[in-house]
């Protein structure tokens, strides 16, 4: 058991199994040793004055455990290097947006998903911070992904009681 003061609504597993990252309230996740239960790291973004404290509401770790993402309900993806624990990019659509609910990485972790409450999928390009692409097709929340092993495909699900098969561009 990992014993936590500040939540861990969603939670991933590293690919090695090594480490659990869960993701809070107020853009803090909290790394964790599966073997031992002991809190490793705590990673917090460094938010603008005013910045709405927001929930996490998904969370993803890399395909090499090097990298994680985080979806909140401040309508932003945090892209976490977990070796330094910085955010590198803080993700955003054009215009206000909405909150993210789900994410996960393309299978070579080149990209970063995420799920949206405004029905859409966005795709970003991890190393520059630009959204490439978006992907329409849900009528509410999409709550879940996960991309094929061979990074060909993205399986998604919604509050509109669907799931969808996406090709990747």
């Not at 090594?18 to 964790?32: D, E, M, S, V």
């Not at 890399?62 to 990298?67: A, E, I, L, N």
């Amino acid at each position: 058991t990992m014993a936590t003061t500040t939540g861990g609504r969603n939670v991933a597993l590293s690919p090695d199994g090594k480490f659990a990252l869960a993701g809070t309230a107020g853009h803090i996740l909290t790394q964790w040793d599966v073997a031992t239960g002991a809190l490793t790291k705590t990673l917090t973004a460094k938010l603008p004055p005013r910045a709405p404290v927001g929930e996490c509401y998904g969370i993803a770790i890399s395909p090499d455990g090097k990298f994680a993402l985080s979806a909140s309900n401040d309508r932003t993806v945090r892209y976490w290097d977990l070796t330094s624990g910085t955010c590198l990019h803080t993700l955003k659509t054009a215009g206000y947006g909405r909150p993210f609910s789900a994410v996960c990485f393309t299978a070579d972790g080149l990209r970063g998903i995420a799920g949206c409450s405004d029905n859409n999928i966005y795709i970003w390009d991890l190393k520059t911070g630009k959204l490439l692409h978006t992907l329409k097709g849900h009528t509410a929340r999409v709550l879940g992904l996960t991309v094929s092993k061979n990074g060909k495909y993205l399986l998604s699900g919604s509050w509109d009681n669907s799931i969808k098969l996406w090709q990747l561009p």
